[in-house]
């Protein structure tokens, strides 16, 4: 049914002229003809009621979307566009402002050092000098370049971690030998990539600080990750490093046969330092190394046989302070 249709319909119910209108006048005196006008007024509407619904739901629908698309839409797009013009241009510039250096920053010190050794060492002839132990020299380059510690954050092993005990230890150690013998010059032997002491340094300005190791390529990565401090290779099993005031050596004769133990310790006195800040396993029974190959290690108490250093001026269960005029070495 259409809506002309139900306003027909509409006409014969109502008004003055309607023929149901004109029923009730002339029944209008006659109470029982109500009864039966009502009944069929109710029954009518109810059949009429849901066409009326229907034709006008869908009309109001129709209304709708036709004001939507023609006033509404337009609107809605011209304030996205305004609000995605004067909104996303400053928070695309503030991500990029805050986020952008960083991972540039972060790529660059994860990635360039290790492209550029691994550059320079394919083009550079190798830096140790004819006489230093070429074993060495290939066993801890195999440690550094295939990082078999096997930890993200230094090649140097776990002991060189910055929240590791054994850095705590070192750091306090050598705040106490600053105390204890002013130290202005120190030689770490071995230095390996620099992770940690510049927790120490920091704290002390005016230390002149040098590092050694047997890598060649960790000493050319640390000289352009950290330009301000001296790098220098060293194979200190053959070659006495020069004078400072304090040379410092953790968690390496742990590393080294009973032989180049004594080599390295005489070199040390050689370079007539003052003193010497070691990691040391006090009470470990001696043994010799088992193997000469990548991280082989075990406890070892210099105090103890073959070396039998005097005892120290100063220790801890992990670090020990001798003078270094106080050692004597049986080569």
């Known amino acids: 049914m259409s809506l002309s249709e139900i306003r027909v319909a509409r006409s014969d119910f109502s008004g003055p002229k309607s023929r149901l209108g004109s029923m009730a006048r002339v029944h209008n005196n006659n109470r029982p003809s109500t009864f039966l006008v009502g009944p069929g007024l109710g029954r009518l509407s109810a059949k009429i009621a849901p066409f ?32 995605i013009d004067r909104e996303l241009p400053g928070r695309i510039e503030a991500i990029i402002d805050r986020e952008l250096p960083g991972r540039i920053e972060a790529i660059i010190d994860r990635e360039l050092p290790g492209r550029m050794v691994a550059m320079l060492g394919r083009v550079l002839p190798r830096m140790e000098p004819s006489n230093a132990n070429k074993i060495l020299v290939d066993r801890f380059t195999q440690v550094f370049e295939e990082n078999l510690w096997g930890d993200s ?19 306090s150690a050598l705040e106490v030998a600053k105390e204890k013998v002013s130290f202005m010059s120190i030689n770490d032997i071995p230095c390996g990539d620099f992770n940690w002491i510049n927790a120490f340094l920091r704290n002390v300005p005016g230390i002149c600080y040098r590092g050694f190791d047997i890598v060649p390529t960790l000493i050319q990565k640390n000289k352009m990750l950290y330009p301000d401090y001296e790098f220098h290779f060293l194979d200190i099993t053959s070659e006495s490093p020069p004078r400072a005031d304090l040379i410092l050596s953790k ?30 396993n006090f009470d470990f029974v001696n043994e010799e190394l088992p193997a000469n190959v990548g991280s ?16 120290p001026i100063w220790r801890t269960h992990y670090m020990a302070l001798w003078k270094l005029s106080d050692i004597e070495v049986d080569q």
Not at 153 to 171: C, F, I, N, R, Y
Not at 257 to 275: F, H, I, P, W
């Open 52 to 83: 009326v619904q229907t034709e006008l739901a869908g009309f109001l629908i129709a209304e709708l979307e036709r004001h939507f698309n023609a006033q509404l839409l337009p609107e809605l797009q011209k304030r996205v566009e305004a609000i």
């Open 153 to 171: 954050e230094t090649v140097s092993g776990l002991g060189s971690k910055k929240d590791s005990t054994s850095v705590t230890a070192a750091v």
């Open 251 to 280: 968690d390496f004769f742990n590393h080294l046969t009973y032989e180049d133990v004594k080599r390295a310790l005489a070199n040390m006195k050689k370079s007539q330092s003052g003193y010497l800040l070691a990691s040391n």
């Open 296 to 311: 082989s290690s075990r406890h070892l108490d210099l105090c103890a046989e073959p070396f039998n250093l005097p005892l």
